[in-house]
Every structure is written in structure tokens, then in C-alpha cells.
Nanobody
Framework: QVQLVESGGDSVQAGGSLRLSCTAS????????MGWYREAPGKQRELVAT???????DYADSAKGRFTISRDNAKNTMYLQMNSLKPEDTAVYYC?????????????????WGQGTQVTVSS
């Protein structure tokens, strides 16, 4: 069993900052790419940022210059530092990770999702 648990969501005013965390636990052999996605009411889930195990990052245009994704491989934890928050950043933020699990002789990669953490930005 593998679990991804997000934390750090909150209600803030526009211009404020939040730091989200996502920790993976369970029967983990290795973690490849991790990412943050968000889903606003009435909208499809969209990519915010991704980071590889080597630290290569990629951002959605809406996140560039304001958000920073990082990870601590030793702790199986990923972070999203969000600055200059806007009301349009309001959404449930989900973490995603591609994980190889123990006891899988094929060594396949599996995509796991967290339960989400709510971010609300008021104007």
C-alpha cells in the first residue's frame, strides 16, 4: 500500500503565500516524477508543476514566477511554495507521484494521487 498525504492548504488573502507539502509513505521502492495539480469548482483538473527525481522542474504558465516546486527525496516529500496568490488560484490541490512499489517483480511504475488540500484565496 502506498499513500500520498497533502497538507498546508488554507484560506489566505490575495498577495499572500502558502506552502503545500505532500509525503509519500508505504511500500515504496522508488519515486520518479512528482507533480502538483489543481481542480477549481466547475473546471477540469490541471497541471501546476512537476519535478523529476533529479530535480528538473516544469511549470504551467499560470505558476511561473510565483510558485516553486521542490522535493526531499530522503523524506519522500514534495513541496509547493506559492507566493503572490490570486483569487484564481483557489482550488483543491492534489499531489501525484509515479512510484515503483516493493513486492512487484515487474518493476512497473504506478501513478498515485493524494486526497487533496483546499486552497482558498480571497480578494
Amino acid at each position: 500500500q502506498v499513500q500520498l498525504v497533502e497538507s498546508g492548504g488554507d484560506s489566505v488573502q490575495a498577495g499572500g503565500s502558502l506552502r503545500l507539502s505532500c509525503t509519500a509513505s508505504g511500500s515504496i521502492l522508488s519515486i520518479n516524477q512528482m507533480g502538483w495539480y489543481r481542480e477549481a469548482p466547475g473546471k477540469q483538473r490541471e497541471l501546476v508543476a512537476t519535478i523529476t527525481s533529479g530535480g528538473t522542474t516544469d511549470y504551467a504558465d499560470s505558476a511561473k514566477g510565483r510558485f516553486t516546486i521542490s522535493r526531499d527525496n530522503a523524506k519522500n516529500t514534495m513541496y509547493l511554495q506559492m507566493n503572490s496568490l490570486k483569487p484564481e488560484d483557489t482550488a483543491v490541490y492534489y499531489c501525484n507521484a509515479n512510484i515503483r512499489i516493493l513486492m512487484d517483480p515487474r518493476g512497473s511504475w504506478y501513478a498515485y494521487w493524494g486526497q487533496g488540500t483546499q486552497v482558498t484565496v480571497s480578494s
